[in-house]
């Protein structure tokens, strides 16, 4: 977790309700909003609220199509948070938000005994970062692409005043591929993928490691196209 005081129950990492989706990653430290209106997972958003609000929300694997209403695979690793916005609409649906608290592992799921899934989870400590130049790096790198996308930077400029440096990092995870669309950068995988990857990164060391080189990557094409239109 990021925080000691988000450290979860035992009772919950024991049975974490989970909200598994084909199109989302939830990171620490961001917040997610969703519309929830599938039956099962308005009964999970009713248990949370009469309880700790504590729900995870991992990534379906590839193939979850063909077992979507049942127990497709998840992602080992995935976000956990805390419900901390509810709004029911009179169609019956609700819009929540959900503020990301840490990762877990997961451990094993748990035999049916309600509509949505439930798994035991063991929680992945989130340390600060031990190497500051590989931070600074990074910092300079985002700097020098603002510089060559000012219509499409300011977004990134808000990000580099995050104070603690992991949620810098996964808050730059979440927008990287956006800018390396703008690049061209060869991608390899999805959006979604990517940021599972870093989701999955061990430490926050490993995460900013992995984002110099896609930005550095994504800064070598920019200023490769700014430098032709120059001539």
């Known amino acids: 977790m990021l925080k000691p005081e988000n450290q979860l129950p035992s009772e919950v990492l024991a049975a ?10 939830l990171l620490p430290g961001m917040v997610l909003p969703l519309n929830v209106f599938e039956p099962r997972y308005l009964e999970l958003v009713d248990h949370i609220r009469g309880g700790a609000g ?11 199509e063909a077992d979507y209403a049942g127990r497709p695979p998840i ?14 609409l009179p169609d019956g649906r609700r819009l929540i938000r959900v503020e ?7 451990g094993h799921e748990l035999p049916p005994r309600r509509a949505f899934r439930e798994v035991a989870v063991t929680p992945l400590h989130e340390p600060p970062p031990r190497d500051l ?27 580099l005043s995050i104070a603690d440096p992991r949620v810098l990092a996964y808050a730059l995870i979440a927008s990287l591929p956006a800018i390396e669309a703008l690049a061209d950068a060869p991608g390899g995988c999805s959006a979604l993928q990517h940021i599972q ?6 430490t926050v ?4 490691q992995r984002l110099i080189e896609r930005s550095g990557r994504a800064l070598s094409l920019l200023a490769r196209g700014t430098q032709s239109r120059l001539h």
């Open 100 to 106: 990301g608290l840490g990762r877990v592992r997961l």
């Open 197 to 202: 990857r870093g989701l999955d990164a061990e």
């Open 205 to 208: 060391d490993d995460r900013v």
């Open 75 to 88: 992602e080992e690793i995935f976000g956990v948070g805390r419900l901390i916005a509810h709004q029911r």
């Open 16 to 25: 974490l309700p989970i909200f598994p989706l084909p199109n989302v990653v």
């Open 54 to 64: 504590y729900l995870g929300i991992p990534l379906l694997r590839p193939g979850y």
């Open 133 to 159: 130049n590989a931070l600074a790096l990074l910092r300079a790198q985002i700097e020098r692409l603002i510089e060559l996308i000012p219509t499409d930077g300011e977004q990134l400029r808000t990000l």
